[in-house]
C-alpha cells in the first residue's frame, strides 16, 4: 500500500530534488523549502525521506511481492485520511490564527499553505483531490507493479501448498 500511494509523487520530488541541487533548475517547486535558509538545517534533514523512500519500497516489493489488493485498499485509506484532514484539519494559513501545527494536510484547501484555493467549492476540490491521487497515482502504479513485480509471497506459498511443490 504504501508504494502504490507514494511511488509517483515521491519520485517526482527525487526529480525536483535533483533538478534543483545538480543544475538549477525547478521542476515543480515542491522542495523549495529544502534549499529555504531559514528553516534549520536539522528540520530540512528530516525530510531526507523523501529521497531513498521511493527507492526501499521498491526494493521491498520486487524482494517481497506486490499484492495486488494494495490499490484498492490504498484508495480506500486515502479516501478516508483525506476526508479526516478536510473535517478536521486546519485550513491555510495555520501559522496566522497562532496554531502551532501546519495547516491544509494533505493539500485539502488547495496546493498552496498560504491560503485556500477559491477556484471552486471546498468540497468539490476535496473530490478533486481523492480522484487526483487514484486515477493520477495509485491506478498507474499499481498496473507498473502488477506488470513488473512478482506476486506477493503468501501467494507463492498458498499456490506451492496446493500443488504439493
Do not use: E, K
Amino acid at each position: 500500500m504504501p508504494t502504490v500511494g507514494i511511488l509517483l509523487p515521491q519520485m517526482l520530488w527525487v526529480v525536483d530534488f535533483l533538478g534543483w541541487s545538480l543544475v538549477g533548475i525547478r521542476i515543480t517547486g515542491m522542495t523549495a523549502y529544502m534549499f529555504n535558509s531559514t528553516i534549520p538545517l536539522f528540520v530540512r534533514g528530516l525530510s531526507s525521506f523523501h529521497g531513498w523512500l521511493p527507492f526501499a519500497l521498491l526494493f521491498l516489493v520486487w524482494r517481497l511481492g506486490y499484492d495486488r489488493r494494495a490499490c484498492l485498499w490504498q484508495a480506500l485509506l486515502a479516501v478516508g485520511l483525506l476526508g479526516l484532514c478536510y473535517a478536521i484539519g486546519p485550513d491555510p494559513p495555520a501559522s496566522a490564527r497562532g496554531q502551532a501545527w501546519a495547516g491544509n494536510i494533505n493539500y485539502v484547501y488547495g496546493m498552496d499553505d498560504g491560503h485556500p484555493q477559491t477556484t471552486m467549492p471546498a468540497s468539490a476540490w476535496l473530490l478533486l483531490m481523492i480522484a487526483t491521487n487514484v486515477v493520477a497515482f495509485y491506478i498507474p502504479t499499481h498496473l507498473f507493479l502488477r506488470h513488473f513485480a512478482p506476486s506477493a509471497g503468501y501467494l507463492n506459498i498458498r499456490s506451492s501448498r496446493l500443488t504439493g511443490s
